[in-house]
């Protein structure tokens, strides 16, 4: 059926924002065309009118945390669906830390065929560098990838053994996958909650220190010179860890990187007391930690923004700062966050706010989606940029409402969501 979606705001090559119409046939963009070009009208044919509001490529977000199998007490495969949906997310990759690991086909079909049953946005699994992430055997790479897992992590730990690293590295460069690193050496971290800084000494908590990330981040750049791989770096929180990164590329070593929205607008300094819904880890940094982080996305050090959305309950949460799991949920406030953090302040273009989360993630990882042009999958997000509302989580779809952003008023929010063509979400008839 050929529809046609109306009067739409789209960033053009230049960065700036043009009135379109986009017409979709079969779950792909056939054109987009000026408001002065004459539309085809069809029988069956339907139009939405997006009456000026933005149009993107529904967003990518490369590091999340689904739960099922084993946690579906924190989130399910279809609720994080929803909520990815909600938040403008078409595509979403999510990690291995599950129970049982996604460590093994049987766990990557069991998460490809729930993620098809869901029928919201697409779901792309990540399996696990070593046998149940425990750091000592390395997984079956060809049987996983053949299985579809589209890379190799252990998120969640770091792997501490360098010969490990190193094995995993030969074996998926061979290949042609990536290996995406949690950069976090245990011996300098075990007890630690919060960053080493003022907020864990005036608390009396053990700090986590920047050169845990740093010193893997590091280690794993040599690494990869030496294998060939493609190495990407998860969530990305210090200034050391940024540096690194920046000079490895400038070398033309094959490093890719990733921040997250709670690491580009939170300091430690800004945590107000031992609420556990301010624990994730990396651990909130300093400012100069922060200002780091906004300049390498800025000067693309860092290619994409990931939310590393990671619900928990609220009873795992009530437990405190030490005791509580890490992680935050991300996936409804990523993009109305930044927008009004950044853009709306006038201090980032909307273009490149756009672009970390839509084609460059798209283009490390290799994903055919991303853009909005004729013939790409139409995945497209409608934003609303001057609606402004207060983070409520008991609206959110996913089932945590672990977040630190609750109360704060902001601008630029989603309000619908089409996967090939279909609309799965949108504010006035909620999921379809």
């Known amino acids: 059926m050929l529809q046609i979606i109306k009067?739409?705001?789209?960033?053009?090559?230049?960065?700036?924002?043009?009135?379109?119409?986009?017409v979709i046939e079969d779950?792909?963009?056939?054109?987009?065309?000026?408001?002065?070009?004459?539309?085809?009208?069809?029988?069956?044919?339907?139009?939405?009118?997006?009456?000026?509001?933005?149009?993107?490529?529904?967003?990518?977000?490369?590091h999340v945390h689904l739960r099922e199998?084993?946690?579906?007490?924190?989130?399910?495969?279809?609720?994080?669906?929803?909520?990815?949906?909600?938040?403008?997310?078409?595509?979403?990759?999510?990690?291995?830390?599950?129970?049982?690991?996604?460590?093994?086909?049987?766990?990557?079909a069991l998460v490809l065929e729930k993620a098809r049953q869901a029928g919201l946005a697409k779901v792309l699994p990540y399996a696990a560098i070593t046998k149940n992430e425990l750091g000592r055997e390395l997984t079956d790479f060809e049987a996983l990838k053949a299985a579809g897992a589209i890379g190799f992590t252990d998120d969640g730990v770091g792997v501490q053994n360098a010969q490990m690293m190193k094995d995993?590295?030969?074996?998926?460069?061979?290949?042609?996958?990536?290996?995406?690193?949690?950069?976090?050496?245990?011996?300098?971290?075990?007890?630690?909650?919060?960053?080493?800084?003022?907020?864990?000494?005036?608390?009396?908590?053990k700090g986590i220190p920047n050169e845990s990330e740093a010193i893997h981040v590091g280690r794993d750049?040599?690494?990869?010179?030496?294998?060939?791989?493609?190495?990407?770096?998860?969530?990305?929180?210090?200034?050391?860890?940024?540096?690194?990164?920046?000079?490895?590329?400038?070398?033309?070593?094959?490093?890719?990187?990733?921040?997250?929205?709670?690491?580009?607008?939170?300091?430690?300094?800004?945590?107000?007391?031992?609420?556990?819904?301010w624990k994730m880890n990396p651990p909130l940094r300093s400012p100069r930690d922060v200002e780091a982080c906004i300049e390498g996305l800025l000067d693309g050090t860092l290619d994409m923004i990931?939310?590393?959305?990671?619900?928990?309950?609220?009873?795992?949460?009530?437990?405190?700062?030490?005791?509580?799991?890490?992680?935050?949920?991300?996936?409804?406030?990523?993009?109305?966050?930044?927008?009004?953090?950044?853009v709306a302040t006038g201090k980032w273009e909307l273009s490149m706010l756009v672009k970390r989360m839509t084609s460059d993630p798209a283009r490390v990882f290799g994903l055919d989606t991303g853009v909005l042009k004729a013939g790409a999958p139409a995945d497209l997000t409608l934003i609303d940029l001057e609606k402004e509302k207060e983070v409520d989580p008991g609206t959110f779809a996913t089932k945590g409402r672990n977040t630190p952003f609750t109360g704060w008023k902001l601008k630029g929010w989603p309000v619908m969501t089409w996967v090939n063509g279909e609309v799965k979400w949108s504010e006035g008839n909620g999921f379809e």
């Open 7 to 22: 009067n739409a705001n789209v960033i053009n090559e230049q960065g700036q924002l043009e009135r379109k119409h986009i």
């Open 69 to 108: 199998p084993g946690f579906e007490h924190k989130e399910t495969i279809e609720s994080g669906s929803r909520s990815a949906v909600k938040g403008g997310f078409t595509t979403i990759a999510c990690m291995p830390n599950t129970k049982p690991v996604t460590d093994n086909p049987e766990t990557v």
């Open 27 to 62: 779950g792909v963009i056939q054109s987009i065309a000026g408001v002065e070009q004459e539309l085809p009208e069809t029988v069956g044919s339907s139009s939405i009118d997006a009456k000026g509001k933005l149009v993107t490529p529904g967003f990518i977000d490369m």
């Open 221 to 277: 750049i040599l690494l990869t010179e030496a294998t060939g791989v493609h190495y990407h770096v998860c969530h990305v929180s210090t200034e050391q860890s940024v540096r690194l990164i920046r000079q490895a590329k400038a070398i033309g070593i094959s490093v890719t990187a990733e921040v997250c929205p709670h690491h580009l607008v939170l300091s430690d300094e800004d945590i107000p007391g031992l609420d556990a819904n």
């Open 306 to 342: 990931v939310t590393d959305h990671a619900p928990h309950s609220e009873e795992e949460k009530a437990k405190g700062m030490e005791l509580a799991p890490f992680g935050i949920v991300g996936f409804e406030t990523a993009f109305p966050l930044l927008y009004t953090k950044f």
């Open 168 to 205: 995993a590295m030969r074996k998926a460069a061979a290949l042609g996958m990536p290996v995406i690193a949690h950069c976090e050496d245990e011996s300098l971290v075990k007890g630690a909650c919060v960053t080493e800084g003022k907020f864990a000494e005036r608390h009396g908590l």
